[in-house]
């Protein structure tokens, strides 16, 4: 059961094999007993939990169930979830109940899912290795002394580690594709405006957007299918028509063209990702597809880009935070502007603070065109390195990351070193198209490799397609740590 | 580029953030080895091409008007620091 495909759980409801109570507590009950050493959840409510699973009990007993009716899911702790703490994984939210719903919780709540808590993450989903949390770093379930990637890490380990069957994350640089691969998951980050950003705690609002994380690409087709969709309340929605994601799943893979971008098949990545992607690759052409190469000669500035773009929204975005309407308020303060000094001060962590700061000096007076304006500029260029690779390709692929995750702390003091890590994600989001993560391997210490897809916009349908085929010719994502719970 | 310990406390200032001068000792190391970094992009020829704010450049929707929002004030300023009477209480601006 805990290894079940959503598909399986959900027939498994259906048929009354297991009540949504009794699947719901037998997760409640791992994650009791693992979360002290992963710390991958924030917050776990057994009785909210049940509550909702008994609720969905009754809609199926009363042949009213939603499709994904009684499963259990974890929300990452950006998603506003009413009468649910959302932290954002920041002290400055640290006691923050939501007064409402994300637009992706009530969709998941509509489609029958039952919360089953909220995950840790990088404080303000600016991190790469869970390591920002005000609420302690997350532990990879594959080797407790190493990072689970971020700043999804803690729905990575969550899923990885069995304590849920699949759950939401988001991605601005690679958030949910990087802890995917480093915690051997499946993981899809949709075209930007796909999903809504109603609700959910923004970060840089042009490259934020929401996905699943979830054991195989069905999974996440059957996720992402209740989670889409247009939404009003979110000003960069966009209105299309809803999809069916699993509609495509099945088709075979012949004389699919896969691009292969040089630049991501340099010297960055390490031999033993290298060799993993390589033999996945292999896989593909036995299954009748062929590989291109491809160039996306601007992807190098996708990083320095980045860094400019993203904590420049940042700054914006976090100006909200002022200890007067919600969140945290500095003790002791002697007048106004001081208040909001000593609150911000000491609500946010240093990273945040950090990228606070980039972001008022790219914005500022006389920096703003050599900055923000150049940044966007390449931001371009790099979007249109993709519209002419897709002339030659169905879909890219290459590296999730450069290597498999690190040690603890390796890389916290650097913050350089730790931006690279996401070297072969961030082009996407600054491109706003669709990407994946599914698991293709193990490299060095037995830790998983991940294989990324990235599909152009809208090919979310097409990029599950060719995730799935793969994964019913091998048996990497059905891998799961050794038990030490 | 590179900050100078000054250059950091106007910005933590402009960003309304109080800093330790131990925090603005290492900000500053953090931030001139990004900025670095970022210097890159300054070498691009970028002439002639439109910055990109939105990946699928779209425009901003509108939407008619009229009231959509219910009033749930209590349950906003339930998660408030300091709240009376249904305001927002904030120390004194005006003498």
Request: contains cysteine; hydrophobic residues 45%; negative net charge.
């Given at each position: 059961?805990?290894?079940?495909?959503?598909?399986?759980?959900?027939?498994?409801?259906?048929?009354?094999?297991?009540?949504?109570?009794?699947?719901?507590?037998?997760?409640?009950?791992?994650?009791?007993?693992?979360?002290?050493?992963?710390?991958?959840?924030?917050?776990?409510?057994?009785?909210?939990?049940?509550?909702?699973?008994?609720?969905?009990?009754?809609?199926?007993?009363?042949?009213?169930?939603?499709?994904?009716?009684?499963?259990?899911?974890?929300?990452k702790d950006i998603f506003c979830t009413e009468g649910w703490l959302t932290t954002c994984g920041s002290r400055m939210l640290a006691n923050f109940v939501s007064p409402y719903d994300a637009h992706v919780v009530s969709r998941m709540k509509a489609a029958g899912l039952v919360t089953l808590g909220k995950t840790n993450m990088d404080e303000?989903?600016?991190?790469?290795?869970?390591?920002?949390?005000?609420?302690?770093?997350?532990?990879?379930?594959?080797?407790?002394?190493?990072?689970?990637?971020?700043?999804?890490?803690?729905?990575?380990?969550?899923?990885?580690a069995r304590l849920a069957p699949a759950?939401?994350?988001?991605?601005?640089?690679?958030?949910?594709?990087?802890?995917?691969?480093?915690?051997?998951?499946?993981?899809?980050?949709?075209?930007?405006?796909?999903?809504?950003?109603?609700?959910?705690?923004?970060?840089?609002?042009?490259?934020?957007?929401?996905?699943?994380?979830?054991?195989?690409?069905?999974?996440?087709?059957?996720?992402?299918?209740?989670?889409?969709?247009?939404?009003?309340r979110d000003s960069t929605s966009l209105d299309r028509p809803p999809e069916d994601y699993c509609r495509e799943l099945e088709k075979p893979l012949a004389g699919l063209k896969i691009g292969l971008p040089k630049e991501f098949f340099g010297e960055g990545m390490a031999a033993d990702v290298r060799s993993?992607?390589?033999?996945?690759?292999?896989?593909?052409?036995?299954?009748?597809a062929v590989t291109v190469e491809v160039s996306l000669p601007n992807s190098g500035l996708s990083v320095p880009a980045y860094y400019v773009i993203a904590p420049a929204e940042a700054s914006s975005n976090l100006s909200r935070f002022d200890g007067v309407r919600y969140g945290y308020r500095a003790p002791e303060y002697t007048d106004l502007a001081d208040m909001y000094c000593k609150s911000r001060g000491q609500g946010f962590g240093a990273e945040v603070k950090r990228r606070i700061l980039i972001g008022a000096y790219v914005l500022s007076h006389g920096y703003y065109d050599a900055y923000y304006l150049q940044a966007q500029k390449i931001r371009r260029l790099i979007a249109n390195d993709f519209a002419l690779a897709f002339r030659h390709c169905d879909i890219i692929m290459g590296p999730t990351t450069p290597s498999v995750a690190f040690a603890v702390g390796a890389k916290s003091n650097n913050p350089v070193e730790m931006y690279l890590s996401d070297i072969y994600t961030i082009a996407?989001?600054?491109?706003?198209?669709?990407?994946?993560?599914?698991?293709?391997?193990?490299?060095?210490?037995?830790?998983?490799?991940?294989?990324?897809?990235?599909?152009?916009?809208?090919?979310?349908a097409r990029m599950l397609n060719v995730a799935h085929r793969y994964q019913l010719a091998t048996d990497w994502h059905m891998r799961m740590p050794e038990e030490t719970i | 580029?590179?900050?100078?310990?000054?250059?950091?406390?106007?910005?933590?200032?402009?960003?309304?953030?109080?800093?330790?001068p131990a925090e603005a000792e290492l900000s500053r190391d953090q931030l001139n080895g990004i900025f670095v970094l970022i210097e890159q992009l300054q070498a691009v020829d970028t002439r002639n091409i439109e910055p990109m704010a939105h990946a699928v450049d779209?425009?901003?929707?509108?939407?008619?008007?009229?009231?959509?929002?219910t009033d749930r004030r209590e349950a906003f300023q339930a998660v408030a620091p300091e709240v009376e009477s249904g305001l927002y209480l904030v120390p004194r601006v005006v003498e």
């Open positions: 059961m805990i290894n079940g495909s959503l598909k399986t759980l959900s027939e498994a409801l259906a048929k009354k094999k297991i009540s949504s109570a009794e699947l719901s507590t037998l997760f409640l009950d791992r994650m009791a007993r693992a979360n002290p050493a992963l710390n991958a959840f924030i917050s776990i409510d057994r009785e909210k939990t049940l509550a909702q699973a008994r609720q969905a009990d009754l809609r199926i007993a009363a042949g009213q169930a939603a499709p994904l009716e009684g499963i259990p899911l974890a929300h303000f989903a600016m991190g790469s290795s869970n390591e920002t949390s005000f609420f302690g770093p997350v532990k990879n379930p594959w080797d407790t002394s190493r990072v689970p990637g971020g700043s999804s890490g803690g729905a990575a380990a969550a899923v990885a759950a939401t994350g988001t991605d601005t640089g690679g958030s949910i594709r990087q802890p995917a691969a480093l915690c051997g998951l499946t993981g899809l980050k949709p075209t930007y405006g796909v999903v809504s950003r109603y609700g959910m705690i923004a970060f840089a609002s042009s490259l934020d957007q929401g996905g699943p994380m979830a054991k195989s690409a069905e999974d996440c087709a059957l996720l992402l299918s209740a989670m889409s969709g247009f939404d009003a993993a992607v390589e033999e996945a690759l292999a896989e593909y052409r036995r299954a009748g996407v989001n600054l491109a706003g198209l669709p990407g994946m993560s599914i698991p293709c391997g193990f490299g060095e210490g037995k830790m998983p490799v991940g294989l990324q897809l990235i599909g152009n916009y809208f090919e979310e | 580029m590179s900050l100078s310990i000054e250059q950091v406390e106007r910005l933590a200032h402009l960003a309304r953030i109080e800093i330790s779209a425009v901003q929707r509108l939407r008619e008007d009229v009231v959509t929002e």
